[in-house]
């Protein structure tokens, strides 16, 4: 009788997969064709071109010649370490996917999201982290745009890793646009901007944005969070961009 039901079941899930494969086809999202199994949310020509990252420095999450050896950092990082333990982000910031996030943040494309958190999931991830903390949007921003892009990313981080997502830190200044501006003038907009709301005495926080320019926004918010109390923190990023650094 169970191994009948099991049949059953499988029968009926093949059907129904197969129905909606023929009525209502999953699509690539960079090029829109139809895809297949096992192809998810992007087909196997457009994966084979997106500008991952294969081997890169884990103090920046900048793309390196070659696979540095086990605690080495480039040589950025030595001149000047940045405040968190450790980065990771699976792409460059090039095409198609600099203009995926751009139509993500400012169109509302929010079907990019399933292949971004696929692509976050192949992320090896420290297993000792006790909070994921989006970096925050200032409210008036958020409320124009209606959502902040690293909430999204960082939602199904968090219930992959079994933690909380939290919004323990406010962005309190509205800062302009920090796209094309170099790093001095990014920390000079950022001076002051977040606050850590909440009590963060102690643990691992995985801190979760889109990209990885110059830093200088994750810088602050880490700093933020460290001086709040928080032990260590972590840097995960959907893509790196290596030409403002």
């Known amino acids: ?5 099991s049949l059953a079941v499988a029968a009926c899930t093949w059907f129904v997969d197969t129905l909606e494969r023929e009525l209502a086809p999953k699509r690539c999202v960079y090029c829109n064709v139809p895809t297949r199994p096992p192809e998810r949310f992007v087909c196997e020509g457009c994966d084979a ?5 294969d ?3 884990p103090g920046c999450a900048s793309p390196v010649v070659a696979t540095l050896p086990a605690g080495v950092r480039c040589a950025k990082c030595q001149a ?3 405040p968190w333990t450790m980065a990771s982000a699976p792409f460059e910031y090039e095409f198609p996917v600099d203009a995926a996030i ?5 169109r509302r494309r929010l079907d990019y999201l399933p292949a971004f958190d696929d692509e976050l999931a192949r992320v090896e991830l420290t297993g000792d982290v006790d909070a994921v903390v989006p970096v925050p ?3 008036w921003r958020q409320i124009r745009r209606g959502f902040n892009q690293a909430e999204e990313l960082a939602r199904p981080v968090a219930q992959r890793l079994r933690v909380p997502m939290t919004g323990l830190v406010r962005r309190n200044v509205a800062t302009p646009y920090q796209s094309g501006l170099d790093a001095v003038s990014r920390r000079r907009n ?8 909440k009590d963060a005495s102690g643990g691992h926080v995985l801190l979760v944005d889109d990209v990885i320019t ?3 926004t994750l810088r602050g918010v880490t700093k933020a969070l460290l001086d709040a109390g928080v032990e260590r923190v972590s840097v995960l990023a959907l893509a790196r961009s290596v030409s403002n650094d």
């Open 214 to 216: 110059t830093g200088e």
């Open 55 to 57: 081997a890169a420095c």
């Open 49 to 53: 071109d997106l500008p991952r990252i």
């Open 190 to 197: 950022l001076k002051g901007a977040f606050q850590v709301s």
């Open 80 to 82: 000047a370490p940045p």
């Open 1 to 5: 009788m169970r191994k009948a039901y």
């Open 137 to 139: 949007l200032h409210r």
């Open 102 to 106: 751009k139509a993500m943040k400012f």
